[in-house]
């Protein structure tokens, strides 16, 4: 409707929806449905014009994309349509067999190297043991889908046979003058019966029998004899059949013989039937529909389990599918065993339609703008549809499909990490800092609660992924189980800890990107909550302290370390550099070892008492929250910050008698006045200590530096 009709969205809830309808003629809305069900949702390629997708970029995507059973399924019964949506049915199920045909291909091309090999040279057992195994595979394959051809897909042919034979005998006698009404009727009924058995036209199963002679009950020289005779009738869903991935085809469990032929039978039965052309019911009415009394209970045909319309209990004809629900068995309140409930045609046709499936390795997220305006949400949707333009993800409106990872080895990454966290992961990596910030982000899992992904922990999570180079699957090919426990903290609010954890394993570092993301979170989470008896209050504070006090010990240690190194070895330098560190739970001992550590070297004891804190890109943020905090116990800032001359970077002249004072300043503060507080405070300086001097922690090998 918007890209058409130019019909924009104004409101909407879970029951209603307001429209603004330009002062221009356009179709009912029965009518807009129906144009778009048949010339985008279920097209095989949609409207390229007005980049809106078809099935070839909806159902065929996410096939290809996402896995939806691990053991794979048989043919789904879902409502036919269009014309279309019966080719792309049939093209999924030609390249299961094509796919198949070839895995059996390559199988007997390496027996027949094998042989050659055997023949040619005196080979070792392991290599006439592999040609054994091998060989007794590709028979017992070739075994299953030739007996299972031949008994189902022959014997429907025969039995269609036989039942168009009866079908004109039966027309013969009703022709008969002599027959009674209750003759006639019987008949009748007996040729309905039969013309229910009838799938193929009268020409096309002579044809097929034919051609089953022919290939000695071979499927895949059937086939290839079919398409060799017929290529119109193929050439559509050859085209189409090539979307398919292996993933895709590998959603059907082809390894069974007798889901194998359903493959065969139903990719006839969609190429040489036209749909019936019953199109759901329009989402969209101008009247509203009025509820319905229906019996208790939630085991009934009565009504769609999916939506709650109600159904017609002769006709309950669809059930739920591994397409609509995550487990389409379901053990109702009211039912004595489990089963697949009913819904309605609607439900299973829009289901098949759309690319949201909940599983295990897909990741739907829905965005949201903050500000709630008509122009963010369109701008959300086309910037989802550019997105999965240029990766392979997938957009049903404002919901965006992400496949998870994988290691080589086929570890899912989502489910090892943790579903939020591999959500948060994937989104910060794909997604810029302001659209992270701009929109609301929401999870959709298997579950049914939304779980809503706050901004700051998004922002974070990408600035540390980018600071320290992480990736969901890391250099070794694993998943990055550091990246988990990092973001995990993150999701607590411990930033420091989250720091901490991804600088210890890694040697690379961007620590002005990394002091960039420390301000923007400080930031959000002062934005976050006004309340200050708010627990994220009292979070917000703790980080905006630890940034001041590491600021002063930073300077500090930043000194003590040139000074170390004149006079040390590295190994001893950064052995009393750690010591220095751990003395910041108290002030007095940090003063002290700073102070008089060194007193035996008379040359660098008269630069120890007083130390210059320059404010370059990888310390701005600490910088300037130190020098927040001096103006606040008021410290004369006019009197210790001046611009140096050569490089015009502002600097702080700090003293030793400077940590007495600010270490007073927090000790008095109510928010640290308890013992534990305390410890929570100096530990997380100890933490953002650390991760400013990254070669004081002892760095992870990978799997390759432990060979």
């Known amino acids: 409707m918007q890209k058409l009709y130019q019909i924009v969205v104004l ?12 002062n221009k003629q356009i179709p009912s809305f029965v009518e807009l449905w129906q144009e778009f069900l048949e010339k985008v949702a279920f097209s095989a390629y949609g409207d390229t014009k007005h980049q809106l997708p078809g099935l ?21 019964d879902v409502p036919i349509l269009t014309n279309d949506q019966s080719n792309v049915l049939a093209a999924w199920y030609f390249a299961v067999v094509r796919d198949v045909g ?54 429907s042919l025969e039995e269609q046979n036989a039942a168009l034979q009866e079908v004109r005998q039966l027309e013969t006698r009703l022709f008969q003058s002599s027959l009674t009404k209750a003759e006639q009727r019987k008949l009748q009924k007996q040729q309905e019966k039969l013309k229910k058995i009838l799938i193929l036209s009268q020409e096309s199963i002579q044809q097929k029998l034919e051609l089953f002679k022919q290939s000695e009950g071979d499927p895949f020289k059937f086939v290839r004899l079919d398409e060799q005779q017929n290529p119109d009738k193929f050439k559509q869903i050859y085209k189409i059949a090539k979307n398919f991935t292996k993933i895709a085809t590998d959603q059907i469990n082809s390894t069974r013989g007798d889901i194998f032929t359903q493959c065969i039978s139903e990719m006839y039965r969609l190429l040489e039937n036209e749909p019936k052309k019953s199109l759901p019911q329009p989402l969209l009415t101008e009247e509203p529909i009025l509820g319905e009394a229906r019996s ?16 017609d209990p002769k006709n309950a004809r669809w059930q739920v599918l591994r397409f609509m629900f995550e487990r389409p068995s379901q053990r109702r309140q009211s039912a004595s065993s489990e089963g697949r409930p009913h819904i309605c045609a609607s439900c299973s046709a829009l289901a098949f339609a759309s690319p949201l499936k909940v599983t295990d390795e897909s990741i739907v997220l829905q965005l949201k703008s903050l500000s709630g305006s008509t122009i963010s949400e369109l701008k959300i949707k086309d910037y989802l549809r550019m997105l999965t333009n240029k990766e392979m993800h997938l957009s049903a409106g404002r919901y965006l499909i992400l496949s998870s990872d994988r290691t080589n080895t086929g570890e899912i990454a989502s489910q090892k990490m943790g579903q939020v966290q ?3 992961a994937k989104a910060a990596s794909i997604f810029p800092v302001e659209v992270l910030a701009d929109f609301e982000f929401w999870l959709i899992t298997q579950g049914s609660q939304k779980i809503l992904i706050a901004n700051r922990h998004l922002i974070l999570v990408k600035g540390l992924m980018n600071s320290y180079g992480q990736s969901i699957i890391n250099a070794d090919k694993d998943v990055n189980m550091t990246l988990g426990d990092a973001i995990r903290y993150i999701q607590q609010d411990l930033p420091y800890l989250a720091d901490y954890i991804l600088a210890k394993p890694t040697n690379y570092s961007n620590v002005v990107e990394t002091e960039k993301n420390r301000k923007k979170y400080w930031e959000m989470i ?26 002063l010990t930073y300077a500090f240690a930043q000194s003590f370390k040139r000074i170390a190194s004149e006079c040390l070895s590295k190994e001893d330098a950064e052995r009393e550099l750690s010591k220095l560190i751990e003395k910041v739970e108290d002030g007095h001992a940090f003063s002290y070892f700073f102070c008089d550590y060194y007193k035996p070297f008379e040359e660098v004891n008269k630069t120890i008492t007083k130390v210059q804190f320059y404010r370059n890109p990888d310390c701005s943020f600490i910088y300037d929250r130190l020098k927040e905090l001096l103006a606040k116990i008021e410290v004369s800032i006019s009197d210790r910050e001046e611009i140096d001359k050569e490089t015009q970077q502002a600097r702080l ?16 503060k109510k928010e640290y006045l308890a013992e534990k507080d305390w410890k929570n405070l100096t530990y997380n300086l100890k933490l953002s200590l650390y991760t400013r001097f990254p070669e004081l922690l002892t760095k992870a090998k990978t799997k390759s530096e432990k060979k």
């Open 11 to 22: 409101d909407e809830s879970d029951r209603h929806v307001r429209v603004f309808i330009p």
């Open 56 to 76: 070839v970029q909806t159902f065929i995507q996410m096939l290809n994309s996402v896995t939806l059973s691990g053991r794979g399924f048989s043919t789904l």
């Open 102 to 155: 070839e895995r059996q291909n390559s199988r007997q091309k390496q027996i027949d190297l094998l042989e050659k090999e055997l023949t040619e040279f005196d080979l070792d057992d392991k290599t006439r043991s592999s040609k054994t195994n091998k060989q007794a595979m590709q028979d017992k394959e070739t075994l299953k889908y030739t007996e299972y051809f031949r008994k189902s897909f022959g014997g």
């Open 296 to 311: 208790p209970g939630d085991d009934s045909k009565e009504f769609c389990y999916s939506c709650g319309v109600k159904l």
């Open 422 to 424: 591999y959500a948060l």
């Open 526 to 551: 002062r934005e976050s909550t006004m309340n200050k008896e708010h627990q994220l209050w009292q979070k917000a504070t703790l980080y905006e302290d630890v940034a001041a006090l590491t600021g």
């Open 653 to 668: 002249n700090i003293f030793a008698e400077d940590i007495t004072r600010v270490y007073d300043h927090f000790i008095h």
